[in-house]
């Protein structure tokens, strides 16, 4: 901490005109003063990047590394992603997963969105409704899976029961511990983080250019399509890329909500890792998944920087 | 908007107020089925409020309380860590223009980047050896490294609103480094850093998937407790009570965040919610 008890460098005109004899030992103090005070500055990141070093970097960097030796020889080997991509199980399930996170991305966006648009435009409506999407974010998914065994129950569910009682259904709707029930679970999720984050950037596009539109002859569902849409794809598309990977990497809906065959990516791995001891091949699938899921991302990122941050990012 | 005369506008007009009436219900109903289940005291919920009752309330074990106030003390504790290591970080990162202060705030972000799921096996492998698994102070570093990269992006954006003038004018009198820092910048975003840790410890308490792998009996947060439970045993009512408690703990967060900072402050917050 010496540095901080010396006084600052000011901003500093370094050679002061007519001292010729004590000018290079003035800019060797300055120097050095200057020095000590990045070291001190370097010193305050420190903690940060330990505790980062040591809990993130290194154990991604072992995992990694891992996912190339073999389990027992410890050899460098590619067997665990040929295992991986080779086993049609596993690419099976890898599709299914893609394939249930896209539609629930895309149902979740189109139904977020003209709300969105909407929460945005109405102060009223706005302020009614902002507690029912943000208090779902600060509830553990967990939460959110006991409602849906309590709404989508075979028999004690409440959906199976209203349908039952109108005699709609003549037996129980067995969705709940199957696909259609961890989509529907994820449909909420997705839904909720969709309205928040397009909520914010509707709001960030300005309502006087749609107003123009409409002025020259626009329907407002016009207007709507051909100037708020367009401005809003930033938006739209950090969205997406949110909602898609936190649903292929999902754990804790598939795990309650999950029929017999393991429908989900998550699951896979974590029976590789768990129960079948085999720690490498899950880490391996992990590497595979975690490329999908920040290379999405990362495409996202691409695409923002590449067409502006009009929408806000996050 | 004006309303314009017609069918087709009385049409649309009616649809709209039914899609939000629909989306609405579609928002609430876990919060209500959650709330209405744990007042019932069993899974079958009917939409009588007869039976209220708060057996499912009183029949929570000790083992459910013990985990939600161990989840409560890692998470305080994290949060108060995370921003002690955070704010200086972000001090120097933005007031040093250090080298590589880029690739820096981007190393601090991986904890985020990385899916959780992912993180914590990779957490699993290292902390079996180091016997960190299944104690309080695994739990605390990741949720530490997972807070991190929040209370970064927090306190750098705060650091950049903040004019350096104050900082100059202190230096200029004659203050050092640290105390101009400690005496004008910690004050000026104070409150921005206490909303900040609102925020991170509300992430923490909530965190799941990050923990799964490195909890064990000796160390189980609420989430984890929930879960296990349920793919153990099934839905049990006094977990759902538990459910319950967690919604009351999420509405009081959204209350003390919408008073102190009105609710449009939530509209597309940097909270991204993952996981």
């Known amino acids: ?54 809990v993130a970097v290194v154990p991604l960097l072992l995992l990694v590394f891992n996912s190339f030796r073999n389990q027992a020889s410890g050899a460098f080997s590619l067997e665990y992603y040929g295992a991986s991509l080779g086993n049609a199980f596993f690419l099976r399930t890898l599709a299914t997963t893609i394939g249930i996170a896209l539609g629930v991305t895309v149902i979740c966006i189109i139904l977020a969105l003209p709300l969105a648009y909407l929460l945005a435009r109405r102060t009223l409506l706005r302020n009614v409704i902002m507690p029912v999407i943000t208090i779902p974010r600060m509830l553990p998914f967990v939460v959110i899976g006991y409602a849906m065994i309590l709404l989508l129950a075979p028999t004690t569910g409440v959906v199976n029961k209203v349908l039952l009682g109108l005699g709609i259904l003549q037996q129980p709707a067995f969705i709940l511990f199957d696909w259609p029930g961890q989509a529907i679970a994820f449909c909420y999720t997705g839904i909720v983080v969709a309205t928040a984050v ?48 936190s649903i292929v990497t999902a754990y804790a809906i598939p795990v ?59 | ?32 089925l959650v709330l209405l289940a744990s007042f019932q005291g069993k899974l079958e919920v009917d939409f009588s409020l007869a039976g209220l009752n708060l057996e499912a309330y009183k029949a929570i074990p ?42 820096l705030s ?32 695994g739990i605390l570093l990741a949720l530490v490294a997972l807070s991190l990269s929040t209370g970064l992006r927090f306190s750098e954006a705060l650091l ?55 909890a064990g009996p000796n160390a189980t947060p609420i989430s984890v407790r929930l879960f296990s439970d349920i793919v153990d045993r099934g839905v049990i009512p006094y977990a759902v009570a538990m459910a319950g408690i967690l919604v009351y703990v999420a509405m009081a967060f959204y209350t003390l965040v919408a008073v102190t900072l009105g609710p449009k402050y939530m509209a597309g917050s940097v909270m991204s919610r993952k996981g």
């Open chain 1, 1 to 54: 901490m010496a540095p901080a008890r010396e006084r600052p460098a000011p901003i500093v005109d370094p050679a002061p005109k007519g001292r010729g004899r004590a000018l290079s030992d003035d800019t060797s103090i300055l120097k050095r003063r200057l020095l000590r005070e990045r070291l001190f500055y370097r010193l305050c990141t420190v903690p940060a990047l330990l505790v980062t070093g040591l």
């Open chain 1, 198 to 245: 397009l909520t914010g950037v509707m709001m960030s596009v300005d309502p006087q250019l749609e107003d123009a539109a409409v002025s020259m002859g626009a329907t407002r569902l016009r207007a709507f399509f051909v100037i708020t849409l367009p401005l809003a794809i930033p938006g739209i598309v950090a969205a997406t890329a949110l909602i898609f990977t």
């Open chain 1, 256 to 314: 309650m909500l999950n029929g017999r065959v393991p429908y989900m990516i998550s699951l896979l791995i974590s029976a590789n890792l768990l129960t079948l001891q085999q720690p490498h091949l899950a880490y391996a699938q992990a590497v595979i998944v975690s490329c999908l899921a920040i290379g999405v991302t990362a495409f996202a990122q691409w695409f923002l920087l590449r067409y502006g941050q009009r929408g806000g990012a996050r």
């Open chain 2, 1 to 32: 908007m004006k309303p314009r005369a017609g069918l087709g506008a009385v049409f649309s007009r009616t649809a709209l107020t039914l899609y939000v009436i629909v989306m609405l219900i579609w928002l609430l109903f876990p919060i209500v």
């Open chain 2, 62 to 103: 000790p083992a459910y309380w013990q985990a939600f106030w161990f989840t409560v003390r890692a998470a305080v504790s994290a949060t108060a860590l995370a921003i002690v290591i955070a704010v200086p970080a972000a001090w120097a990162m933005v007031r040093g223009r250090l080298r590589g202060r880029r690739v």
């Open chain 2, 106 to 137: 981007n190393v601090v972000l991986i904890p985020d980047v990385v899916p959780q799921l992912i993180m914590g096996i990779a957490l699993l492998t290292v902390f079996i050896p180091l016997h960190l698994s299944n104690n309080f102070a």
């Open chain 2, 160 to 214: 950049e609103g903040l004019p350096e003038e104050y900082e100059q004018a202190a230096l200029s009198l004659g203050a050092s480094r640290l105390k101009s820092f400690l005496l004008v910048t910690i004050p000026l975003i104070a409150p921005g850093i206490a909303i900040a840790a609102l925020f991170i410890f509300m992430q923490n308490l909530v965190t799941f998937e990050l923990l799964f792998f490195v």
